[in-house]
């Protein structure tokens, strides 16, 4: 079965030094997206892709984020000076269709620990 | 905006019962999705079942069904013959349809737990 994979699974950084999540979609989905859960809290959407741009973000995805599909197959998160405040299990997923009418594909997670 | 309530953080129930996770949202859209996502402990969170405004049938998936009661507002996740395996965090979300994607609005999650 298809799946959404991420590397890696956990990353510990120092506070102010620059990450890049990576996520390899399901081959033949269009939209790609990155949700963002800090421990014990609810599920926040960041950011979805299409078409090589973004097509929406929330108000946490600040200037600090960026995100770019930059092979035609990865889909990468890149913070650029983290904060103790960005430790959180970030998600990207992925969808097949324009139209939300069914599954969003998930990955297992990247851990972010800031210290 | 779109919101989504779950009011209870935690949830017991015995093996093979049934269970009921209560899910209530808030949207100014007219067309919209409603999820349910499983996360046990390991984290990777698992698509249970989806629910569309405009299906006038109540989803199920195997053990899941959604009981949507569009006039209250509420889409309730229902777990028959739970199993020990059923044991985690559950999530309700729902999404704006109309070509903008699947952005997911979470509830704050329901903790289950089966026991023996």
């Known amino acids: 079965e298809p799946e959404v994979t991420q590397t890696p699974s956990h990353q510990v950084t120092q506070m102010g030094q620059e990450v890049i999540l990576r996520c390899v979609p399901i081959?033949?989905?269009?939209?790609f997206y990155w949700y963002r859960q800090i421990l014990g809290q609810k599920v926040e959407f960041l950011v979805s892709?299409?078409?090589?741009?973004?097509?929406?973000k929330s108000e946490i995805f600040d200037d600090q984020f960026s995100v770019e599909r930059p092979d035609g197959s990865n889909f990468t998160l890149k913070i650029r000076s983290t904060k103790l405040e960005d430790s959180a299990m970030y998600f990207c997923?992925?969808?097949?269709?324009?139209?939300?009418?069914?599954?969003?594909?998930f990955g297992e997670g990247s851990r972010l620990t800031v210290l | 905006a779109q919101k989504i309530t779950q009011t209870q953080p935690g949830m017991f129930v015995q093996e093979k019962e049934a269970v009921t996770l209560d899910c209530t949202y808030d949207?100014?859209?007219?067309?919209?999705?409603l999820f349910w996502y499983k996360q046990p402990s390991s984290g990777e969170m698992i698509f249970l079942i989806y629910?569309?405004?405009?299906?006038?049938q109540n989803a199920t998936e195997g053990r899941y069904s959604l009981n949507f009661q569009k006039a209250r507002k509420s889409a309730n996740l229902v777990i028959s013959a739970s199993q020990l395996g059923d044991s985690a965090m559950y999530f309700c979300?729902?999404?704006?349809?109309?070509?903008?994607?699947?952005?997911?609005?979470f509830g704050t999650g329901t903790q289950l737990k089966v026991e023996l």
């Open positions: 997923a992925s969808s097949e269709t324009v139209m939300n009418t069914g599954e969003l594909f």
């Open positions: 081959s033949n989905h269009l939209y």
């Open positions: 892709f299409y078409n090589n741009e973004i097509s929406e």
């Open positions: 949207t100014s859209d007219q067309s919209y999705g």
């Open positions: 629910q569309g405004s405009y299906d006038e």
């Open positions: 979300a729902m999404s704006p349809l109309g070509g903008g994607g699947n952005k997911l609005t």
